[in-house]
T-cell receptor, first 110, second 116 residues
Framework: DAKTTQPNSMESNEEEPVHLPCNHS???????IHWYRQLPSQGPEYVIH???SNVNNRMASLAIAEDRKSSTLILHRATLRDAAVYYC???????????FGAGTILRVKS | DSGVTQTPKHLITATGQRVTLRCSPR?????VYWYQQSLDQGLQFLIQ???????AKGNILERFSAQQFPDLHSELNLSSLELGDSALYFC???????????????FGPGTRLTVL
């Protein structure tokens, strides 16, 4: 399974944008980049995914580098509710199991 | 609310016992996945079922087994329980879950298993 590297933790102020980086230098041409997050005491929650082009949805934006070796999840205005562990995951070529790393703990200060 | 339900929410049992965790996927989803989350191992994929058939297997112990029934609900059976099996067990579902067809997984709230 292709590996991702994320910072252990990040901190943000409420109402400010947050950029969560992810490195995936061994990504293959068919791997999608998925982001999930896990709020305290809850199951993981889908955030966004993409293949080559940047993607936007109501929760976040995903910026994918041209060589696809890195990506950035952008939360446009962080709220206290966005405090969670954020996981960057590459979908494997042989199925849909998600391989979770340690993720990035995002702390949001009021 | 993801639409995935799991029962029970909490389970406390003793070593050597057997338990069954139940999962109901979102309406229309054909694939069910089981994950284990422990403090030392993080979130780990256990097994996937697609429309009643086993589709993919991860780090699932031989003491653990799962099945998906015709109504698409799934059960994870854990037997000969050990202290180290204490963890959160999550079920997820997706529409397809087939190779090269990227799919969003929706997770349930989890079952917290404590083995004493």
């Amino acid at each position: 399974d292709a590996k991702t590297t994320q910072p252990n933790s990040m901190e943000s102020n409420e109402e400010e944008p947050v950029h969560l980086p992810c490195n995936h230098s061994t990504i293959s041409g068919t791997d999608y980049i998925h982001w999930y997050r896990q709020l305290p005491s809850q199951g993981p929650e889908y955030v966004i995914h993409g293949l080559t082009s940047n993607v936007n949805n109501r929760m976040a934006s995903l910026a994918i580098a041209e060589d696809r070796k890195s990506s950035t999840l952008i939360l446009h205005r962080a709220t206290l509710r966005d405090a969670a562990v954020y996981y960057c995951i590459l979908s494997p070529p042989d199925g849909n199991k998600l391989v979770f790393g340690a993720g990035t703990i995002l702390r949001v200060k009021s | 609310d993801s639409g995935v339900t799991q029962t029970p929410k909490h389970l406390i049992t003793a070593t050597g016992q057997r338990v069954t965790l139940r999962c109901s996927p979102r309406s229309g989803d054909l694939s069910v996945y089981w994950y284990q989350q422990s403090l030392d191992q993080g979130l780990q994929f256990l097994i996937q079922y697609y429309n009643g058939e086993e589709r993919a297997k991860g780090n699932i112990l031989e003491r653990f087994s799962a099945q998906q029934f015709p109504d698409l609900h799934s059960e994870l059976n854990l037997s000969s329980l050990e202290l180290g099996d204490s963890a959160l067990y999550f079920c997820a579902s997706s529409v397809y879950g087939l190779p090269h067809l990227t799919d969003t997984q929706y997770f349930g709230p989890g079952t917290r298993l404590t083995v004493l």
